[in-house]
């Protein structure tokens, strides 16, 4: 994938088809009085300082009452781990480089939420509706883990695909 061919908005940040299918599975954010399970977040960073500023700026204006912010620097060299370190809220791990797999595997170790996502440094997330849908969709699907690639992949506690949508778009 090249450049902005992949995700959902484009170089401008304006929402590509994807979004609405997204939005559309994800549902409405966590309502007043419902459940709101601890969220951790976990940006896996490396030679990022260009945009772990406005990533981390971003998540800290989400609006969701329990959830954690955790870095991995993986081995940076530019900085990057001085940038996220100013951010007070933001819990930073530095590791010597050992790849992507490497660092959400640290982050995963170092979560205390009941739910774990995982940004890209160079991601800003809407502070009103990426962890907030999130939660609230996973909070009503008990035993379901979720990955997300190219695809949603759901699978409950016995191992079974409940459901694989491609986005569209």
Known sequence: VDDWACGLVDADRR???AYAAVRGVFGAPVQA??????????V????????????????????YPDFEI??????????????A????????IDTPNAGLSAAR?????????????YTDADV?????EAVPRLAAWLAGQPGLDVSWTTSLLGID???????CRPPSG
């Open 105 to 117: 595997n640290i982050g995963l170790h170092n979560a205390t939420g009941e739910i774990v996502a």
């Open 85 to 92: 370190t100013r951010h007070r809220s933001v819990r930073v």
């Open 44 to 63: 896996c960073a490396y030679n990022a300082v260009a945009t772990i500023d406005e990533c981390l700026d971003a998540l800290e204006r989400v609006d």
């Open 70 to 83: 955790i870095v991995v620097n993986d081995g940076s060299t530019d900085g990057t781990g001085a940038a």
């Open 15 to 17: 929402p590509k088809p």
């Open 33 to 42: 009085g419902a459940p709101t399970p601890r969220v951790s977040v976990v």
């Open 157 to 163: 506690d016995a191992a079974r695909v409940l459901c």
């Open 124 to 128: 800003r997330v809407d502070p009103r």
